[in-house]
């Protein structure tokens, strides 16, 4: 086709201006309308653009775009804090603090010390004399572990032995008579009893362990005689250690899991929970003494003999 190049081709006056054809009507179409207005003012020829100018119009909007998508994740992203510095003082509490007394919390709390210090001072037995948990075999773990003993015993478990650190036990029990309280003092923690299989070779491993650390509590169907500061036997319910045997032990989950030292309970190669806290079973087990008549009894026995 060939190109206009005069005023008067009107296909070459509309498509230079970008305008349809339908636009003649509005424009006064028609040669001699058009040519009149292209008279006053010059001729405007659209350029037409590379296609390097085109891709690089491209590029710089797509890297506008990853800017923009940058700065949103770097604004959204977490911040990572760090002290700088730290600073404390010591509050005395006495009773300068209770010289407004706030009767709104002290109604609350005395809702609930009412009803606390009447379950806690519930007297559930007699000790017939104190019982301390100082000494290579305190009268507090011989007393706790008998009763871990026959406690699991009587829910219809087969028990050879307990075993309980003298951490465990918080205080002194004293003579006389023995309250809820009383009990929550001396078994602090929130442990439940458990009962482990154990190999004869990991219980001998665990008493082991006894005499090289510490003499922890166990219960008294188990025989142990130390000479030089080294295990010369053991005997449990009478009869040799068997390290091919298997035995059925009674502790806390705590130790269990090798705490305080007592990695060789980690060997076990059964671990039942008994679902109780020991501090719940221990006042059980003193409310069935009450029950028949008995008081809380412990004494030093041969458990433990020391050869030198």
Do not use: W
């Amino acid at each position: 086709m060939k190109r206009g190049n005069s005023i008067g081709d009107s296909s070459f006056r509309f498509a230079a201006f970008g305008m349809p054809t339908a636009c003649k009507e509005v424009c006064g179409a028609g040669s001699s309308g058009f040519a009149a207005a292209s008279r006053s003012r010059p001729l405007v020829r659209h350029r037409v653009i590379p296609n390097e100018v085109r891709n690089l119009k491209r590029y710089v909007g797509l890297i506008v775009v990853l800017t923009v998508s940058l700065f949103l994740l770097t604004a959204c992203a977490k911040k990572q804090y760090a002290i700088k510095s730290l600073n404390g003082y010591l509050v005395e509490m006495n009773n300068r603090l209770d010289s407004v007394a706030d009767r709104g919390m002290i109604s609350l709390v005395n809702s609930y010390k009412i009803k606390l210090d009447a379950e806690m001072n519930e007297v559930i037995g007699e000790a017939e004399q104190s019982l301390t948990k100082v000494g290579t075999q305190s009268l507090l773990a011989n007393f706790t572990t008998d009763a871990m003993q026959e406690y699991a015993a009587g829910l219809g478990k087969t028990v050879d032995f307990a075993v309980i650190n003298n951490g465990g036990l918080r205080t002194t029990l004293n003579k006389g008579a023995v309250t809820v309280g009383d009990l929550y003092e001396v078994y602090t923690f929130e442990n439940c009893l458990v009962l482990l299989d154990m190999s004869g070779k990991a219980v001998k491993q665990l008493f082991e362990g006894f005499i090289q650390r510490k003499m922890e509590g166990f219960s008294k169907n188990v025989r142990l005689t130390l000479r030089n500061k080294a295990l010369e036997s053991l005997f449990i319910g009478g009869k040799p250690l068997d390290e091919t045997a298997t035995y059925h032990v009674v502790t806390v989950d705590y130790l269990a899991e090798g705490n305080d030292g007592m990695r060789a309970f980690t060997q076990a190669t059964h671990y039942t929970n008994l679902n109780i806290i020991l501090r719940d079973a221990m006042i059980e087990y003193v409310k069935k003494l009450t029950a028949e008549n008995k008081k809380i009894h412990a004494q030093p026995d041969n458990r433990i003999k020391i050869k030198e």
